[in-house]
């Protein structure tokens, strides 16, 4: 079984905003790209043009459609990888090592020649955050891109998750939450960043930021102008057929 460092120097995670998520699946997309060119083994797809396609994701992108108390109801994108967390059952579980946690950066990863498959880390994991790699026959999960963060032979832009530095909404956010005057520290105080099903004790470092109130406003009738008399009586020519009709 693997220890559990008892802290870490970093925190490093995501903050993933449900309110400007709109569900496009690019983080998926560029999440499968790089890791299959850069990471370890590549990411499985299997008979991808069949009937049964199998394929290994470390992303996915979920949606609900959730009512309100009041308002009409709303379609919510939720995206779903590793947490990263702090007491992370995944770790402790692993009979061989292979799973383990960085003291450095309290990033969660996965020694793929240490690995059997056996598969209970992916058990252990409440949130659904691992695959077995069918094709290579190890476990996979979001690695924070850990090969990209520190390359410096990438521009200082590009040295994030390729799942933050492609989404097109601005919806994924990707720092340091030791640290209380990083990026994602801010929002998650200033949005009221919420944890994964806490109740599980795991203590995940990513944070979801809450969809913001929809405005609403009263139901407007768009036909209403035009069904609406120009005047309550007829006046020059019309009002005097008007009358005249009243005389018949």
């Known amino acids: 079984m693997t220890a559990l460092p008892d802290s870490t120097d970093k925190k490093l995670g995501l903050v993933i905003d449900l309110d400007t998520c709109v569900g496009c699946h690019a983080c998926v997309t560029a999440c499968k790209g790089w890791n299959t060119q850069n990471y370890g083994a590549p990411l499985a797809d299997m008979d991808a043009y069949g009937a049964e396609p199998v394929g290994s994701f470390l992303n996915r992108v979920h949606a609900f459609e959730v009512q309100p108390e009041a308002g009409a109801a709303q379609t919510i994108h ?4 590793c947490l990263h967390c702090d007491d992370a059952p995944c770790v402790t579980v692993c009979p061989t090592g292979a799973s383990y946690k960085r003291v450095e950066d309290g990033i969660v990863l996965v020694n793929e020649d240490a690995c059997m498959g056996c598969g209970l880390c992916a058990w252990a994991c409440p949130y659904g955050a691992r695959e077995l790699d069918q094709d290579a026959g190890v476990m996979k999960k979001c690695t924070l891109c850990v090969d990209r963060i520190y390359n410096e032979t990438l521009p200082e832009e590009d040295r ?32 009221g960043g919420m944890a994964l099903m806490p109740e599980q004790g ?9 969809p913001r109130p929809k405005d609403t406003m009263e139901e ?9 008399p120009v005047a309550e009586e007829p006046k020059g020519f019309l009002g ?9």
């Open 78 to 81: 939720f995206p779903k990888s």
């Open 202 to 210: 795991t203590q995940p470092v990513n944070r979801y930021l809450p």
């Open 160 to 191: 994030v998750p390729a799942c933050v530095r492609t989404c097109p909404a601005g919806a994924r956010h990707f720092g340091d939450f030791a640290d209380p005057e990083s990026n994602v520290s801010k929002l998650t105080a200033e949005r």
């Open 240 to 248: 005097w057929l008007d009358k005249a009709l009243e005389k018949l």
């Open 220 to 228: 407007v009738d768009v036909l209403a102008p035009l069904l609406k």
